[in-house]
T-cell receptor, first 113, second 115 residues
Framework: NAGVTQTPKFRILKIGQSMTLQCTQD?????MYWYRQDPGMGLKLIYY???????DKGEVPNGYNVSRSTTEDFPLRLELAAPSQTSVYFC????????????FGPGTRLTVL | AQTVTQSQPEMSVQEAETVTLSCTYD???????LFWYKQPPSRQMILVIR??????QNATENRFSVNFQKAAKSFSLKISDSQLGDTAMYFC????????????FGQGTRLTINP
C-alpha cells in the first residue's frame, strides 16, 4: 500500500492564480481531511469528508473548496491564491471509528508570491 | 471549542536522558481522545501514542508513556532513554467523541536530542 499520497510536493503560485492539490489514499478509508500548517504552528483543519459525496468545513475553510467524488480521492482547490495561503498542506485519512489513527500524507509546500 | 496548549516551544536534552513534554487542553466534554504526534525534519506526521479519556491507566508504547490527569486537563509525554532519532516537533492533539473525527492540535514543541 502506498498509503496517503499528495501531489505536488512543492508549488509557487502568483497572487490570484488557482490550483488544485491532489490527495489519494489506497486504504479504503471513508474519512479524509485537509490540514494546513503555518510556520512554527500546529495543524489546522480546513475541510473534511466522511465519505464519497459528503464534505464539511473545518476551522479555516475560507479561500478553499473540496470535492469527494470517490472514496480514494479528496482534492483541495485554491481559488484566487493569496499570500496568507502560504503554508504546508497535509491530507490525512482514517477508518470511520473513533480513536483510530489518522494517516498523513507527506505534505505540499505552497508559496504564494 | 476545544483548545490545546503546549507551553514549551523548544526543549533540548542529552542522548539517553528522560524528557517530559507538557500539554494542557480545554474541553467541557467527558469522553474524548488525546494523541501525541511526531513530525521529524522529513515533515511526515507519525502517531506516537494515544489515550482514551475514560481509561484511567496511562498509555505506554515502548520508550514513550503519558501522564494523563483528567481533572487537571493535562496530558504530558515522557520519552525515556532518548535517542537521536527522537529529534522532531511533537504535537499534542485532541479529538472529540462527538461528530466527525476532527483533530485539534497544539502549537508544538521542538525537541532536540544532543549526542
Amino acid at each position: 500500500n502506498a498509503g496517503v499520497t499528495q501531489t505536488p510536493k512543492f508549488r509557487i503560485l502568483k497572487i490570484g492564480q488557482s490550483m488544485t492539490l491532489q490527495c489519494t489514499q489506497d486504504m479504503n478509508h471513508n474519512y479524509m481531511y485537509w490540514y494546513r500548517q503555518d510556520p512554527g504552528m500546529g495543524l489546522k483543519l480546513i475541510y473534511y469528508s466522511v465519505g464519497a459525496g459528503i464534505t464539511d468545513k473545518g476551522e479555516v475553510p475560507n479561500g478553499y473548496n473540496v470535492s469527494r467524488s470517490t472514496t480514494e480521492d479528496f482534492p483541495l482547490r485554491l481559488e484566487l491564491a493569496a499570500p496568507s495561503q502560504t503554508s504546508v498542506y497535509f491530507c490525512a485519512s482514517s477508518y470511520d471509528s473513533y480513536y483510530n489513527e489518522q494517516f498523513f500524507g507527506p505534505g505540499t509546500r505552497l508559496t504564494v508570491l | 471549542a476545544q483548545t490545546v496548549t503546549q507551553s514549551q516551544p523548544e526543549m533540548s536534552v542529552q542522548e539517553a536522558e528522560t524528557v517530559t513534554l507538557s500539554c494542557t487542553y480545554d474541553t467541557s466534554e467527558n469522553n474524548y481522545y488525546l494523541f501525541w504526534y511526531k513530525q521529524p525534519p522529513s515533515r511526515q506526521m507519525i502517531l506516537v501514542i494515544r489515550q482514551e479519556a475514560y481509561k484511567q491507566q496511562n498509555a505506554t508504547e515502548n520508550r514513550f508513556s503519558v501522564n494523563f490527569q483528567k481533572a487537571a486537563k493535562s496530558f504530558s509525554l515522557k520519552i525515556s532513554d532518548s535517542q537521536l532519532g527522537d529529534t522532531a516537533m511533537y504535537f499534542c492533539a485532541f479529538m472529540t467523541q462527538q461528530g466527525a473525527q476532527k483533530l485539534v492540535f497544539g502549537q508544538g514543541t521542538r525537541l532536540t536530542i544532543n549526542p
